[in-house]
C-alpha cells in the first residue's frame, strides 16, 4: 500500500492523428522530469554478466534472488529480473512483469520458510522519489518477526475516505485507463513512425553504452584503488598493533622479567634490614651510616656492593648472600639517580611496601580502632603505601599499618588501616610488580587480540566481495589485494605467537622467581657441592690433561707415510712412553671411579633439582667422560702400536732369517739358544735378545728397530712358546709328496708318500736344489717315523708344505698313556686325567683291533645300563660270571645253619639275587646243602637253602651277573667309540648281563705318542671320539680366579693379582696336579706379563667350572 500526496491531474491528448503524440510529449515535458536512460553498468546488470559477485540464493530462467549487502534483517533478499533495458517494475512488458511476478512469490515463499518469519514485507520502488537507487526492476524480500522494532509505516488518516474525496479521483483514473487504451491503439496505428524512432532510440543507446563503459572503467579503477588504499591502512594498523604489544611484552619476554627478579631480591634485603635493625636497635640513619652514607651524603656503587657483600655475616640471614651481579643490580634499582649514588630517603623508600586493597576497609586516624575516627575508606584495588610496620591492635587482635593513600580520589591521605582481620580476612596484600604488570599486560593483550581479529574479519570480508571477479582493474587489484590480506593475517600470527611467549614467559618467571627466593639455598648447597665434586673434578682434568699429552706425542706416528715413518727417529721410545701414559689414564680412570664411589653418598639421594642434583648428574657423566678418556687413550696407542708393527714386521723376517742362518750354521737347536738368552728364565729379556741381534753375521738393525723387533714378537720379553713359533721345526702337508731317501731328485728312491695334513718335523733344512730349483727338506715323519728329504716348494713357487706350530692337545676325559703302539700288549704308563696338556711326538697312526668280547649289561647298584668290555682284544678279562645265585622260589633267609635252631632274617623274592660267600654245607643230621649269601638287594646276610629235601628247588646259580674284576667303562654303543662314558664301573661291582656277551667287530682308530708337558711322562695313547682335541700352549680366562704365587688352598697363598675374564696367558709349567687333588697350570699373562699358578677347574655355586682353558689355535679368542 502506497501512502503520499494525492496526485497532480493528468492531462489526457485527443487520440487518432499522427500529431496527437505531440500532446503526449509536451505533457511530459511539462510535468515530469526527463526518466533517465537504462544504465546497461548498474550494478544489477554486473551482477547478471559476473562482473560483481553476489549471495546467490536462486536463479532461474526469469530471475536472480540473492541477499541485500547490506540487510535490515538477517535473509533480506534481493529478486531481480533477468530482462534488461528496463529502469523499472512499472516499465516492463505485461507479459514479462506476470512472469517475474510468479518467481518473485516463489522466492517470497523460500524465504519465509527458511527464516522462520512471522510475516514478509514484499516491495518494489519505482521512480526515485519513491526510493529507488538503482535503476533496474526489482523486489525487497524482507522478513519480519513480531514486535522485532523494524521500521513500519505510517498509521492511516484518522478519517474515513468520504464519497466526496474518492469520486474525482476514481474519475481520473478511469479517465487515465482509457487514455493509455488510446495510446496502445495508436501504437498499433503509428507502428511504422515508432519503429523509426525506436531505431533511433537504439541507436542513441548503443553510443550511450559505450560511452558508459568508459565511465565504468574509470569507476572500478577508482573503486580498486580505494579498496587497496584501505587494506593497506588496515596493515599499518595490524603492524601498529603488533609494534605496541611486542614493546609491552618486551620486559617479560626479552628481559625475562629481570627488573621485576630485582624488586623481589629488593623486598628479601628490605626484610631482613629491617629484623635486623629491631634486634640492634637501630634506626634509617644508622643503617645508612653502616652502609657508608654519610649526613647529606649519598653511597656510591661500590661502597653499597661492599655493605651488601657481607651483610649476610652481619645479620646472619644467608638469604641476602646475593651475587655481586645482583648487588649492583640492587644499587641501580634503589638509588633515584644511580649516578649520584643511593640517598637516605632512597634507602627508606625500600622499607616503604606497596600494599593493594583486597577487600574494602575503613582507614581511621589512629591505632586503636575503638579511639579512633575514620579517616576515609579504601575501595578494591586501591594502592597505598606503609610508612611502618606493622602492628597489632592490643583489644581486637587485629594487624594494622600506617599507610598512605596512592590512588583514588583520597590519594595523599593518611592514616591506619587493618592489614588482617581477627577472623583471617585479608583486607590489604603486599602488591607483587610482576603481577600489576601480568594485569595490565593482559588488558593489552586484549585489546591488540581484538582489534586484530577486527581489522583481519574486514579485510577478509572485502577480499570476498572481489572473489567473483572476472576481469578489469578490480581483477588488477585482486592480486596485490590478496597480498595484503595475508600480510595482515601474518601480523595477526604474530600476535597470537607473543600470546604463546607470553604464557611461557609467565610459567618460566614463577619458576625465575622462586629461584630468586630460594638462591641463598642454593648457594649453600653450590658451596657443600661444589666442596664434594672438587676432588673427582681435579682427578678428571688430570685425566684429560694426560689424554692431551698422549695426543700430542702420539701424533708424529699417528698415521705416517711409508718414508716418514722409516726415517723417524725413536719409534720405540714413543711407543713406551705412550704406553706409559695410557696406563697412567686406566689407572686414572680407575682412581677416579673409586673417588665417584665414595663421594657420591655425600650428596643429598632425595635432591631432585638444584646444586646437589646437578653434582649427582655430574657424577654419573664423570665416569662416562673417562671411559671417553680412556678409549681415545687406547685409539691412539693402537695407532702408534700400527705404525711400529709397520716398521717391526719386515725388520723382524730379517731378524728370524739371519736367526735361522746362524742357528743351522752353529748346529743349535732353538730349545738351547732359548735356554741360553733367557739364562734358566721363563723369558728372554730385550737387552739379551737385541745384544743377540747385533752380534749376527749380515744383519743391519737400528737398536730401535732391535727393540722394536723384540716388543712385536711379545711385549714385556720372549718366552719359550711365542719364541719357538718364531722358529717352526714342522711342516703340515698341503699336497702329496713323495719322501725320499736322498737329496738330489736324480738316483734317489721314493720310501713313501707323504699324506695331506701329515706332519713332518724338521731335521734339516730347509735347502735349495740349484739344479732342479726346489726347496727340499729332510724331516721325520710323525705318522710312521720315517725319515727321508720331501720337497717344501716347487720350483715355480707351488706349495707342497707349510710351516706349523708344534702340534699339541688337551685331553677331555681320562684315558691310558701306555708304554707302546699296540694297546693290546703294551703297559700301562699312567692315567691321563681331563685338562692335561700332550705334546705331538708321534702319529697319528692307524691301529687295526682285535674283536673284543662286550655284553650289554646293567650295573645292580644304580641300574644304570650300558655296553662294556668283558675281555678286551689283548685278551685282558675286566669281568667274569660265577658266585652269584638267582631266587626261583620263594624262600627264608635264617641267622643259623641249622634250619631248626636259627631264626628268619627275612624272606627272599623270586628274581633277588645273592653273592655266595660261603658252602654248599651240610645241614647237621638233615642231610640239607646250604649255602650262606649276601642279598644284593639289601646287603643283608644268612643261609639259604638253595635245593629243598623233597627236591624243590629254591635258588639256582646266575649265569647273567658278572663280577667286575677291573675299571671298566660303560659306554652307550656296542663299540665303544661314543665319546664319554655312561660311567665308570669299579672293580667288584656286580652286573646283570641284559644282551651278550658276544665278539664285537672295532673300527680301526688312531694312535699318537705324546710327552705330557706337566710331567713329561711318554707314551702312547688312543684318539677315539673327543677324547683329545688339538690346542695351543696358551690359556684363555673364562671367569674371574686369583693368580697365585705357589700353588695354595683357596684360602690361602699369597695372590699376584686377580685375573679378567677373557685374558690370554701364555704357559710357562703343568698342568700338575696341586692342592685339592686338582689340576694346577703356572701361567704368563700377555698383559702385564704377570705370572703365576691358578687351577684349571673350581667351584661357584655348589658347581664344578672351568676357571681357564687352552686356547684351539694360538691368537685364538
Known sequence: QARGPPPAPLKIASRGSPESLQPHVAMAAEEAPAAPAYDAENIFAKILDKKMPCFKVYESRVCLAFLDAFPMVPGHTLCIPKLKGHLDFMSMPPPKAAEFLSEVQKVARAVK??????????????????????????????????????????????????AEAATPMQAKIEEA????????????????????????????????????????????????????????????????????????????????????????????????????????????????????????????????????????????????GFEERRQRELFRHIAEDPEQGVGLEDLKKIFNARLVCTTKVTVTDGLAIAKSKTVTKVDIGQEVVALGDPTTDGPTGMVRVEVKILSGKDAGKTG??????????????????????????????????????????????????????????????KAEFSKIRDAVSLENGKIQGLKAKVHAAKRDFA?????????????????????????????????????????????????????????????????????????????????????????????????????????????????????????????????????????????CEQACAAMRADLTKRGQAPEALFDELAAGGHRITEEAFCKHLASLEGLDLKPDHAGLVCDHIQKGGIGRRRFFAKFPQHYKVLREIAITDGFELSGCKTLRKAEVNEVIHILEGPQSDEKTGLTRVRGRAFNDGSEGWITVSGNKGTPFMTLR???????????????????????????????????????????????????KGKAVKDGVQGFFTVRSSAGKVFAEVGGFHVCCGVVAMTDDLDVKKG???????????????????????????????????????????????????????????????????????????????????????????????????????????????????????????????????????????????????????????????????????????????????????????AVGWTRIRGSADGKEVVLVEPLTTLGAS
Open 113 to 162: 520458510e527458511a527464516t522462520g518469519a512471522d510475516a514478509i514485507n514484499l516491495w518494489s520502488n519505482n521512480g526515485e522519489p519513491a526510493g529507488q537507487t538503482v535503476f533496474h526492476p526489482h523486489f525487497h524480500i524482507v522478513p519480519r518477526m513480531k514486535d522485532d522494532g523494524v521500521h513500519k509505516y505510517p498509521a492511516s488518516a484518522k478519517d474515513m475516505l468520504s
Open 177 to 320: 485507463q482509457t487514455h493509455l487504451a488510446g495510446w496502445q491503439q495508436d501504437d498499433k496505428d503509428h507502428g511504422e513512425e515508432l519503429g523509426h524512432l525506436a531505431e533511433r532510440l537504439g541507436l542513441a543507446e548503443a553510443q550511450l553504452a559505450i560511452a558508459r563503459k568508459t565511465a565504468g572503467e574509470f569507476e572500478e579503477r577508482f573503486v580498486a584503488e580505494r579498496l587497496l588504499a584501505e587494506a593497506r591502512d588496515t596493515l599499518e594498523k595490524a603492524r601498529e598493533e603488533v609494534s605496541k604489544l611486542t614493546e609491552a611484552c618486551a620486559p617479560l619476554i626479552t628481559n625475562g622479567g629481570e627488573e621485576f627478579l630485582v624488586a623481589v631480591s629488593a623486598r628479601t634485603l628490605a626484610d631482613a634490614l629491617r629484623d635486623y635493625m629491631k634486634e640492634k636497635e637501630l634506626d634509617d640513619d644508622a643503617i645508612f651510616k653502616k652502609a657508608g652514607g654519610s649526613e647529606g651524603g649519598k653511597i656510591g656503587e661500590e661502597a653499597f656492593v661492599a655493605f651488601l657483600a657481607g651483610l649476610a655475616e652481619e645479620t646472619g640471614r644467608e638469604e641476602v
Open 416 to 477: 591506619w588501616c587493618s592489614i588482617k582481620g581477627n577472623q583471617g580476612t585479608v583486607y590489604l596484600q603486599a602488591e607483587s610488580p610482576i603481577a600489576k604488570f601480568s594485569q595490565e599486560l593482559d588488558g593489552k593483550i586484549k585489546e591488540a587480540d581484538k582489534a586484530a581479529a577486527e581489522l583481519l574479519k574486514s579485510i577478509r570480508a572485502r577480499s570476498a566481495e572481489l572473489t567473483s571477479v572476472g576481469e578489469g582493474p578490480l581483477k588488477a587489484a
Open 511 to 651: 619458576k625465575k622467581e622462586e629461584a630468586e627466593r630460594m638462591a641463598h639455598v642454593e648457594r649453600k648447597e653450590r658451596t657443600e657441592a661444589d666442596a664434594v665434586m672438587g676432588v673427582a673434578r681435579e682427578k678428571l682434568k688430570a685425566l684429560e690433561e694426560l689424554s692431551q699429552k698422549l695426543r700430542e706425542t702420539a701424533g708424529p706416528l699417528r698415521a705416517p707415510k711409508d718414508a716418514e715413518l722409516e726415517a723417524f727417529a725413536g719409534p720405540l721410545g714413543v711407543l713406551k712412553e705412550c704406553e706409559s701414559l695410557a696406563a697412567s689414564i686406566t689407572a686414572g680412570v680407575a682412581d677416579l671411579r673409586e673417588c665417584v664411589k665414595e663421594q657420591q653418598p655425600k650428596l643429598t639421594a632425595s635432591a631432585t633439582k638444584g646444586p646437589m642434583f646437578e653434582a649427582k648428574r655430574e657424577l654419573a657423566t664423570m665416569i662416562g667422560k673417562a671411559e671417553g678418556v680412556d678409549k681415545k687413550a687406547v685409539a691412539d696407542v693402537g695407532a702408534v702400536r700400527g705404525s711400529c708393527r709397520r716398521v717391526a714386521q719386515p725388520k
Open 805 to 855: 706350530e708344534r702340534p699339541y692337545f688337551v685331553c677331555r676325559r681320562a684315558m691310558e698313556l701306555q708304554s707302546g703302539f699296540d694297546a693290546a700288549s703294551a703297559d700301562l704308563v699312567r692315567k691321563l686325567r681331563p685338562d692335561e696338556l700332550l705334546e705331538l711326538l708321534e702319529g697319528p697312526r692307524k691301529e687295526t683291533r682285535q674283536p673284543e668280547l662286550r655284553a
Open 903 to 1089: 631264626k628268619i632274617v627275612r624272606k627272599l623274592a623270586v628274581g633277588e639275587v645273592l653273592t655266595i660267600l660261603e658252602g654248599p654245607v651240610e645241614a647237621g643230621d638233615s642231610g640239607i646243602l646250604r649255602v650262606r649269601g649276601q642279598a644284593l638287594k639289601d646287603g643283608k646276610e644268612g643261609w639259604i637253602t638253595p635245593k629243598g629235601n623233597a627236591g624243590s628247588v629254591f635258588t639256582r646259580e646266575s649265569t647273567k651277573h658278572f663280577t667286575v674284576l677291573e675299571d671298566v667303562p660303560l659306554e652307550r654303543q656296542v663299540n665303544g667309540d661314543s665319546g664319554e662314558p655312561l660311567r665308570l664301573l669299579e672293580k667288584g661291582e656286580v652286573v646283570e648281563i641284559m644282551m651278550g656277551p658276544k665278539e664285537t667287530k672295532l673300527d680301526p682308530v688312531q694312535r699318537i705318542r705324546v710327552r705330557a708337558l706337566g710331567d713329561s711322562s711318554e707314551g702312547w695313547c688312543t684318539m677315539q671320539g673327543d677324547t683329545v682335541k688339538p690346542c695351543a700352549p696358551y690359556y684363555k680366562s673364562l671367569r674371574e680366579a686369583p693368580l697365585r704365587a705357589e700353588k695354595s688352598a683357596e684360602e690361602g697363598g699369597e695372590a699376584v693379582r686377580q685375573l679378567k675374564k677373557d685374558e690370554i696367558l701364555e704357559l710357562v709349567e703343568g698342568p700338575e696336579e696341586g692342592p685339592g687333588e686338582v689340576l694346577w697350570v703356572k701361567l704368563r699373562a700377555e698383559e702385564d706379563s
